[in-house]
């Protein structure tokens, strides 16, 4: 299943949200450099996040991180999401608080995935725990818009409408078995489940915190 399409704001422009896709893009094929020492470099490792030789680097590699991608498909799938479900936070919480709120989340993410693997050597790339923080603030705010999925099953392909609150906590649990399945010897793999899990909870806990009084402007 793959989600395609919400109820989204109308006459509304995501400004905020278009960046960070540009952005992202922008990144992936005109900065990033697909090596393994530029990736070490600019990914967020754990095992070095905690020594004292790469600080301050360690804080940088947090925002470089969330802007490289594994692969293609790392990319698209990424900021198909966030096309889909990023406008209605921002359209919640205006241009500038959504940015912050964005980065606050990535941050969250890959901080909870560094304190449950301190010695892993393995660098941590891609928009997900940030992502991941924007589907959690969508089910808090929006749990009842209709996500519109494509299925496919061999040759029968057809689209479905899902309630957010299916779709996404389902999404969450999903997160939430490979998560601690990843902390079982031998499976540890090379997806950061906790950076997802630790951004959609951040995102949940934390969109009422970021969402503008009434007095203050839309655009905050």
Do not use: C
Request: aromatic share 22%; no cysteine.
């Amino acid at each position: 299943m793959i989600p395609i399409a919400d109820e989204s704001p109308r006459g509304y422009t995501p400004f905020v949200n278009y960046g960070l896709i540009a952005l992202n893009i922008f990144a992936y094929f005109f900065w990033q450099q697909h090596t393994e020492q530029f990736i070490f470099t600019y990914g967020l490792v754990p095992a070095k996040f905690f020594s004292p030789d790469y600080q301050p680097f360690a804080t940088f590699t947090i925002f470089t991180s969330m802007f490289m991608h594994g692969g293609l498909g790392h990319l698209f799938g990424n900021m198909l999401y966030l096309y889909i479900f990023g406008d209605n936070i921002e359209y919640t919480l205006g241009h500038v608080r959504y940015l912050f709120f964005y980065l606050t989340a990535g941050i969250a993410a890959a901080l909870l995935q560094t304190f449950l693997a301190p010695h892993s050597t393995i660098p941590m790339v891609g928009a997900s725990g940030a992502i991941s923080g924007v589907l959690g603030a969508y089910l808090l705010k929006f749990p009842r818009n209709r996500i519109s999925l494509l299925i496919f099953f061999f040759f029968f392909i057809d689209i479905i409408h899902v309630p957010a609150i299916i779709v996404l906590s389902l999404w969450f649990i999903f997160q939430f078995v490979n998560g601690w399945l990843s902390l079982l010897p031998g499976l540890q793999g090379g997806v950061a489940w906790f950076a997802h899990i630790g951004g959609f909870l951040a995102g949940f806990t934390l969109v009422k915190v970021f969402e503008p009084r009434k007095h203050w402007k839309a655009w905050l």
